[in-house]
């Protein structure tokens, strides 16, 4: 899974019918529970690497390539008690191959399948976009399942939309060595636009990986709920 708003307005192309957004129960989806666009629940799966062995034990990781420490600060000026969805808009989405639901209070998983389109990217912008102008803190659980290298056109999509001054944290689980690569080289160029804003790690396995998001959001409304130091007379 925020400069001025997350992603750039939708282009003049609208996702066709495939990409339309379907109204779902508007119960938050159980963390247990993650839905294909066939209603049936996916499968465990063994994340593995681009040479088809399976991955070894996860280590979150910064883009930098180094081991990410539980203490890594991230600007929080900004951070207060994240907002919820709000109750008018649905709880999952499904486009193409890929779906999303939203977690209470403030988790959005996105599940991708095969190839990540631009129009995809636009699509999860959108559907994102109510609960992201209102929100204090950004969180996102994405499930790489299947996801081939990002084409130019999507990592353009990514880096390219705006996103507001307010911590983003991504926690990504699965996807080959290719795919962890570019997606850290995109985000990168993200954190250039605006530093110290963007939070990401990869894992292979989801377990520990919604671990990590919890320590981060306690850290971050921890330091939130801390009064600035008053300057020194």
Same mark, same amino acid.
């Given at each position: 899974?925020?400069?001025?708003?997350?992603?750039?307005?939708?282009? +003049? =192309?609208?996702?066709? &019918?495939?990409?339309?957004? /379907? $109204? #779902?129960?508007? *119960? !938050? @989806?159980?963390? %247990?529970?993650?839905?294909?666009?066939?209603?049936?629940?996916?499968?465990?799966?063994?994340?593995?690497?681009? +040479? =088809?062995?399976?991955? &070894?034990?996860?280590?979150? /990781? $910064? #883009?930098?390539? *180094? !081991? @990410?420490?539980? %203490?890594?600060?991230?600007?929080?000026?900004?951070?207060?008690?994240?907002?919820?969805?709000?109750?008018?808009?649905?709880?999952?989405?499904?486009?193409?191959?890929?779906?999303? $639901?939203?977690?209470?209070?403030?988790?959005?998983?996105?599940?991708?399948?095969?190839?990540?389109?631009?129009?995809?990217?636009?699509?999860?912008?959108?559907?994102?976009?109510?609960?992201?102008?209102?929100?204090?803190?950004?969180?996102?659980?994405?499930?790489?399942?299947?996801?081939?290298?990002?084409?130019?056109?999507?990592?353009?999509?990514?880096?390219?939309?705006?996103?507001?001054?307010?911590?983003?944290?991504?926690?990504?689980?699965?996807?080959?060595?290719?795919?962890?690569?570019?997606?850290?080289?995109?985000?990168?160029?993200?954190?250039?636009?605006?530093?110290?804003?963007?939070?990401?790690?990869?894992?292979?396995?989801?377990?520990?990986?919604?671990?990590?998001?919890?320590?981060?959001?306690?850290?971050?409304?921890?330091?939130?709920?801390?009064?600035?130091?008053?300057?020194?007379?």
């Amino acid at each position: 899974m925020t400069h001025h708003a997350p992603f750039a307005s939708p282009p +003049d =192309g609208l996702p066709g &019918p495939e990409s339309s957004i /379907r $109204h #779902a129960e508007r *119960l !938050a @989806a159980p963390e %247990s529970s993650i839905r294909h666009a066939d209603g049936l629940a996916a499968p465990a799966s063994t994340p593995r690497h681009a +040479d =088809g062995l399976a991955a &070894p034990a996860s280590t979150p /990781r $910064h #883009a930098d390539g *180094l !081991a @990410a420490p539980e %203490s890594t600060p991230l600007d929080t000026a900004e951070v207060e008690a994240p907002a919820s969805l709000p109750p008018d808009l649905p709880r999952e989405w499904y486009f193409g191959r890929h779906s999303m $639901h939203f977690e209470p209070p403030d988790l959005q998983v996105v599940v991708l399948e095969g190839e990540v389109s631009a129009d995809d990217i636009q699509f999860i912008a959108d559907a994102n976009r109510p609960f992201y102008e209102q929100a204090s803190l950004s969180i996102s659980l994405i499930l790489l399942k299947s996801v081939a290298v990002a084409s130019p056109g999507t990592r353009k999509a990514v880096a390219s939309n705006p996103m507001r001054p307010i911590p983003h944290v991504l926690a990504f689980v699965g996807g080959s060595f290719a795919t962890r690569v570019v997606t850290t080289v995109v985000l990168r160029a993200a954190n250039l636009i605006t530093p110290g804003k963007t939070l990401f790690a990869f894992f292979d396995d989801e377990k520990p990986a919604r671990e990590w998001i919890d320590a981060r959001r306690r850290e971050l409304s921890s330091r939130a709920a801390t009064p600035a130091a008053s300057p020194a007379p």
